[in-house]
Every structure is written in C-alpha cells, then in structure tokens.
C-alpha cells in the first residue's frame, strides 16, 4: 500500500517537476541592482539526460547524463568607456542544494569552463558560474591583449568578480531563496584568480579549492623563458630532445629516486628527497652523444638538466622561482623547456610588461623582472600572505589547495611557498596553526591540473570531465566535498584516496588507488599490494 502510494506520488510529481524547471527557466529575467549593466541575457532550459552541447576555445562539454537545469547566459558590461563585455555562464540545477560555485580559467582563456559547470557543479547540485574572462580565444595565447590594459583586467580578476557578484543575484533571483554557502574552484589561472579573491574580496566564497596557482605571474613567467633558455635553441650542445628527458634523464631519476619512498612505481612520493646527479649518464671524457642514439649526455645537457631541476636566482643573486622537481621530466618538454619559447612565458612579456611583440627571450635579466614586478600589469599577483580578513572570524572562510608534484607547468615549489608564507605571516598575527584555516594536498606523479602517472582523480577542475572520475562524491574521494564538509560541518580532511584509471581514463577500468597527503605530510608504504591504498599512510 505505502509503495503503491509512493509510486503513484512519483509518477505525478515528477512530470510536474519539469514543468516547474521549463517554465521557470523559460520565464525568468534577471532585475538589475547597479553591480554593471547587462546587455544581453538568455536562458535554456535541459531536462536530465538531454543532450548537452556546448563548446567553447576554452572547454566543451558533450554529454547525455547530468540532471535537470536551467542555463542562463549573461553580458556583463565591465567598462562601459571601453566598451568591454564579459559572458558568464550560469548552471541552476532542479536538485539545487542551496550552493553556489564559481569556477575558473586555465592559462589565458577566452571561454567559460563549462565542463566543470556540467560534471561538478550541477552534477553536485551547485548553481555554478563561470565567465569568459572578457574575450574569446583558446588557452594558450595572450595577443588578443595587443597591450590593452583594460582588457587584461578584466581576464585577470574583474571578469570573475564581476561575474560572481552578478551570479549570485541571478541564483538568489531564479530560486527566490538565499545561498546558503559559496564556493570557489579553479586551478592555474583558476587557482590565481581564486586567490585574488581570497585576497581581495574576502566574503565572496566561504571555501575555495585553489589547484596550483599562477598566482606568482610577474617570476613564474622569467621563470619559465629562464628554463627555456638553458636548453634553446634546438640542435645546441645543451639542446635536449623530449625524447632523451622522457627516457634517459627520466629513467635514470627513477633508478637513483624511485625506492626512496620503499615502492619502485614509477612515482616519487617525495621528490625533494631526491637530489638528482646526471654524472652517472653524462658521456665519458668529453665525448659527444650520438643524437640519434643518445645513451649518454654532453657536459652541456647535463649542465641543463641540474640548473632546470634547481631553484632560480637572477644574476644579482635574488631569488626567482621554485625549480621542477625531478620524477616529472616525461612532461617537462611540453612545458617550459621546450624547443621553442613557451608561449604563456613569452606572451606575458610581450603583452603584459613589454608591449613589444617583437622582444625574445635571449633579451631577459633581472630588469626584466624587476619592470614586472613594478608594473604588475593588470593585477595579476596574488601573493598577499595576509588573508586575515578571509581566515578570521567573523567570516572563517577555508582553503583547501592541491598540486602535483609531477607538474609540468608551474613548480609545484611554487604552491608550498605560498602556503608557508601565509603560515608564517598568520602565526605572526595569532594564528598559530594554518591547518585551521588552510590545508595543501600533494599528489605524487600528477601533472598540471591532472594527468600523469599518479593517482590523480579526486573530484578537482577538469578531472572528471577529461574521465578521470573520483571514486565517489563522499568527502574522502572527492575534494570539492572534502571542501564542503570543512566549511559545513567542520570536518577537516586529513587526507583523500584518490584514484588512477588506466592510461588515465575511467573506461579502461581502476588501475590503482592512492591516498593523498596533507603537506608536509608524504605518502609512505606500509607494505601489501601497492595498488591498494590501505597498503600506504600519510607519515
Ligand atoms: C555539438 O556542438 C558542436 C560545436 O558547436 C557542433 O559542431 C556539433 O554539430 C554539435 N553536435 C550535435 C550532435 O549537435
Ligand atoms: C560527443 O561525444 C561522443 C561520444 O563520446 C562523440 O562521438 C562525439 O563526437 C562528441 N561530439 C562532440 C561535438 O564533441
Ligand atoms: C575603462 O576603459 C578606459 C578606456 O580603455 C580606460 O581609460 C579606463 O582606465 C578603464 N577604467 C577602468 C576602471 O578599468
Ligand atoms: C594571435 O595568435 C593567433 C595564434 O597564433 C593567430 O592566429 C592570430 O592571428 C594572432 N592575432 C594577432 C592579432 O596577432
Ligand atoms: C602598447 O602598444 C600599442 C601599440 O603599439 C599601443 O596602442 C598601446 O597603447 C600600448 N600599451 C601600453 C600599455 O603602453
Ligand atoms: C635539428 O637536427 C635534426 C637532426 O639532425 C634536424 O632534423 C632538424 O631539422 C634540426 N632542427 C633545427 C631547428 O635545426
Ligand atoms: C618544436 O616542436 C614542435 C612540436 O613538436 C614542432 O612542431 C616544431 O616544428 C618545433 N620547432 C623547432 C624550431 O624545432
Ligand atoms: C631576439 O632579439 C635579439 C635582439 O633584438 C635579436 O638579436 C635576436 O635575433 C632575436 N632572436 C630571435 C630568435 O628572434
Ligand atoms: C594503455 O596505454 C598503453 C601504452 O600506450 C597501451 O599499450 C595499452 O594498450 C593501453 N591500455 C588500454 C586499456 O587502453
């Protein structure tokens, strides 16, 4: 009788339900507060398992197996003298659990990260938001600036600012109800731009997830022309094929580093434990390589390698940036030290300090550097350590942090500097324990944002969607839950068990899981089978 009774509830609920959604959606206009005038504004309403189709420079999402949601499309205007617009993708869920959650950009997009809208935000039942940034293009590029300050602001913070501000009153306005919390995710620009707001705008979000951040634009960018230069230009007695990093120089850090952590697997749990020494495959008595066959190193390359896998000082002895770690050289020619100067190093100094689109790398020194920092154009540091007025009370908010020690792009030196420097300045300023308030994961052998050969499906930017699913959504699988139960109900993590799908993705099946570890925390071995992660703890 009461099943009956269910039964028949659900089968009228439900179709009432989706009129509810399609009509609401359908109807809904936006009432302007004065944030920024909007100049255009549509909405889309997809029923679950419809088929979603959106593609930008930036992301696309392609898939039949999200729930109900309205997708409503906002032109904010940012400066009405200059004319500049910025379109911000709203998701609203049917299921909405009250959260909100902004999600950001990758390098120097140009698109909505619609994917993560899609697989983290309504999947989870967060009304999402996400913005182009002010322009249209693909990551990787920054000559749509042509040295327009103003457009490089509104990619640096104020598309998001703007966007969230405007997504908020649209989320309150479509549910006529009051958010109950607000998060943030995004990893490398979406982890600078995270930390901006952190920094600047401290009640926006009650929790951000930041993935490695390039929240240090004005050393990161040198940084990374600096590591180009030691190999460039191609065919020189330094010059380093991809194919001499990935099997050479990788396979000979595996053999002096691999044990350290007790398990030979191809990843080093702790990769500043290995201090890596080429001499071992550096050619014997001067001898050159054969290049078509190398088995050995000129005393060039091998130079190379130790400064690429060093930390970088300036010809006046300061300090610049974290170098790469060793364990990740398989990816380090698709980042920085590749053949050619890599195009987010040279195009922040063409376009954002320069203004010269002919200038190259060969003219870079300390000035360079010192012109970058002087000029932080647009804004784009986010390396404030003094985040009191989000961390502290009133307004408690949490930072949960993540990065791969594998990473190919941004050192992941980088991530732990700024969470020391944050530690260090708040213990000055009474907070004793940055656990409280801030928590940075380490994941041995992940790349950039995902990827690699680590266990690198978590629930973060872009992983699901790229089919490196998390286990679960439970807060130990999955960090934007993690994040959640932090700031709700003040369950810290400690750690997560991640997973590595085979050949990193899910359809092939589970190839191992792994914890997580909250730095300085590494991931050590108990003993057992090594693709189970109850045979490893964080010690
Ligand atoms: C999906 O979107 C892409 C890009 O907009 C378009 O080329 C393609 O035809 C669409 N696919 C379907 C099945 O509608
Ligand atoms: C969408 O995904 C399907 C299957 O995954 C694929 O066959 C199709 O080409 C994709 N379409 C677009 C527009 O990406
Ligand atoms: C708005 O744009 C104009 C023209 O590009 C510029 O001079 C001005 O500084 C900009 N204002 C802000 C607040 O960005
Ligand atoms: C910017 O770079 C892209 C990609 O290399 C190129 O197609 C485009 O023509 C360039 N635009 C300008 C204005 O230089
Ligand atoms: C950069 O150069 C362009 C063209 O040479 C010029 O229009 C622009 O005003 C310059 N921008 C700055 C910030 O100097
Ligand atoms: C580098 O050397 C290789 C092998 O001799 C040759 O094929 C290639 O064209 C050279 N590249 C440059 C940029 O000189
Ligand atoms: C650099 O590498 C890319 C990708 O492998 C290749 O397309 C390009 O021709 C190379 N350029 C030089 C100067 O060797
Ligand atoms: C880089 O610029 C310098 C100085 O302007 C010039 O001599 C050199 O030829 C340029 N190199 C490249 C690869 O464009
Ligand atoms: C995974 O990749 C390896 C190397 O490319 C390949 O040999 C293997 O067949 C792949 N396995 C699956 C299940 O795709």
């Not at 182009?132 to 600036?145: E, F």
Request: negative net charge; hydrophobic residues 40%.
């Amino acid at each position: 009788m009461k099943s009956l009774l269910l039964l028949a509830l659900a089968s009228t609920t439900a179709p009432l339900a989706r009129a509810w959604g399609a009509e609401r959606c359908a109807s809904f206009t936006l009432k302007e507060s004065g944030v920024a005038p909007v100049s255009a504004f549509s909405a889309q309403f997809y029923d679950a398992g419809d088929f979603v189709n959106v593609t930008n420079p930036f992301s696309s999402i392609n898939t039949t197996s999200l729930p109900a949601f309205c997708r409503i499309q906002v032109a904010i205007v940012s400066n009405q003298t200059a004319g500049s617009v910025v379109n911000t993708e709203v998701w609203l869920p049917e299921a909405w659990t009250g959260r909100f959650l902004t999600v950001g950009n990758g390098g120097y997009a140009g698109g909505a990260t619609v994917e993560d809208l899609g697989y983290v935000g309504v999947a989870q039942g967060f009304a999402g938001v996400s913005t182009d940034t002010g322009h249209v293009s693909t990551a990787g590029g920054a000559n749509w600036t042509l040295g327009d300050v103003n457009a490089i602001t509104d990619w640096s913070w104020r598309a998001i600012r703007l966007s969230v501000l405007i997504g908020k009153e649209t989320v309150e306005q479509y549910y006529n109800q009051k958010i109950t919390k607000s998060y943030y995710l995004g990893c490398s620009t979406g982890g600078r731009q995270g930390l901006i707001e952190v920094q600047r705008f401290p009640t926006d979000f009650d929790g951000v997830l930041i993935g490695s951040p390039s929240n240090w634009m004005t050393h990161l960018q040198p940084w990374g022309l600096h590591v180009g230069n030691l190999v460039q230009p191609v065919n020189s007695s330094r010059w380093i094929p991809a194919e001499t990093w990935a099997g050479l120089i990788h396979n000979e850090v595996l053999r002096q580093c691999d044990g350290l952590d007790g398990v030979n697997d191809g990843i080093l749990n702790d990769p500043t434990a290995c201090h890596f020494d080429p001499s071992p495959i550096t050619c014997a008595g001067g001898t050159l390589p054969d290049p078509t066959n190398p088995i050995c190193l000129s005393a060039d390359q091998a130079d190379a390698v130790t400064k690429v896998l060093s930390d970088y000082y300036a010809e006046d002895g300061s300090f610049v940036f974290n170098g790469y770690y060793p364990g990740g050289e398989v990816g380090y020619p698709t980042g920085y030290v590749a053949n050619v100067s890599n195009v987010y190093a040279i195009d922040y100094e063409r376009y954002f300090v320069m203004n010269d689109s002919m200038w190259n790398a060969t003219s870079l020194n300390v000035d360079v550097i010192r012109l970058g920092d002087e000029l932080d154009v647009g804004r784009t540091n986010a390396i404030d350590p003094d985040i009191r007025p989000f961390v502290n009370a009133p307004h408690n908010g949490k930072i949960l942090h993540y990065v791969g020690l594998a990473d190919q792009l941004i050192s992941p030196g980088n991530s732990k500097l700024y969470h020391q420097n944050v530690a260090g300045f708040m213990a000055q300023h009474g907070r004793l324990d940055v656990d409280d308030f801030y928590r940075l994961f380490t994941v041995p052998g992940m790349q950039h944002w995902y990827g690699g050969f680590g266990a690198n499906a978590f629930g973060a930017s872009r992983q699901a969607s790229l089919g490196m699913t998390p286990l679960s959504h439970s807060p130990e699988n999955d960090i934007v839950q993690a994040l959640v139960a932090w700031v709700e109900h003040g369950r810290a993590p400690t750690q997560l068990i991640a997973a590595s799908w085979v050949n990193n993705s899910d359809a092939n099946g589970l190839a191992f899981t792994r914890p997580i570890c909250k730095f300085p925390l590494q991931v050590k071995y108990k003993g057992g089978n090594p693709n189970v992660a109850s045979s490893f703890f964080c010690g």
